[in-house]
């Protein structure tokens, strides 16, 4: 039903299929869910993996959510060479981490469509490396969103094709840091209407 949890994973979850034949479609209440083992584990990770075929997520909620939950631990996601389709009525692709969490898209062919926030990247140290790749983001509030409490935040997309339409903010980004914070956006941006930066 649409309330399944559809696939969940403690721990890390690695899906690869031959980009030429294989395709799988999830759906459930969050498309693919990855969570850490918890805060029994001196240090735990969160992480996915997607690369090979074409995959189709459809989440009733969050299409995909990585998160850690423990001081030490961190969340990673990585999109290989693959081509995927989210839909969600709310998220489509959530990491969150108390210590660091990192987005990298490498030659994936995206398209997201989501009722709030396409990408959101929360974390102590944040990260969204997007290269080589073509991504198309048509979400109702923020199509990219980077957060990071303490010094670091990077948002680099070089070079790649990014379309961000139909969003209320394409790309914000914000650091909770006295002065040793940053963002940068690097290389070829694609957006509908002109970018905004919110910081």
Not at 12 to 25: A, C, E, N
Not at 44 to 65: K, M, P, Q, T, W
Not at 81 to 96: P, V
Not at 104 to 125: M, P
């Amino acid at each position: 039903s649409e309330y399944a949890e559809g696939i969940v994973v403690y721990g890390k979850l690695d899906i690869y299929g031959d980009s030429d034949k294989d395709t799988l479609d999830i759906s459930g209440y969050y498309g693919i869910q990855v969570m850490s083992y918890g805060l029994v584990e001196l240090c735990s990770n969160a992480a996915l993996e997607l690369g090979g075929g074409i995959i189709n997520i459809d989440g009733a909620y969050v299409g995909i959510s990585v998160s850690e939950d423990s001081y030490s631990g961190n969340a990673f996601v990585e999109f290989g060479d693959c081509e995927l389709t989210i839909n969600a009525e709310d998220t489509a692709i959530s990491i969150a981490s108390e210590n660091m969490a990192s987005v990298y898209f490498d030659n994936t062919k995206l398209e997201i469509n989501a009722g709030s926030i396409g990408i959101d990247v929360e974390s102590k140290l944040s990260s969204i490396d997007i290269k080589g790749s073509d991504v198309k983001i048509d979400s109702y509030f923020v199509g990219i969103l980077a957060v990071s409490m303490d010094t670091m935040l990077s948002l680099e997309i070089m070079p790649a094709s990014v379309y961000v339409c139909d969003s209320r903010v394409e790309i914000s980004v914000a650091y909770y840091s006295a002065d040793e914070g940053f963002a940068t956006i690097i290389g070829t941006l694609n957006l509908d209407p002109e970018i905004k930066i919110v910081r």
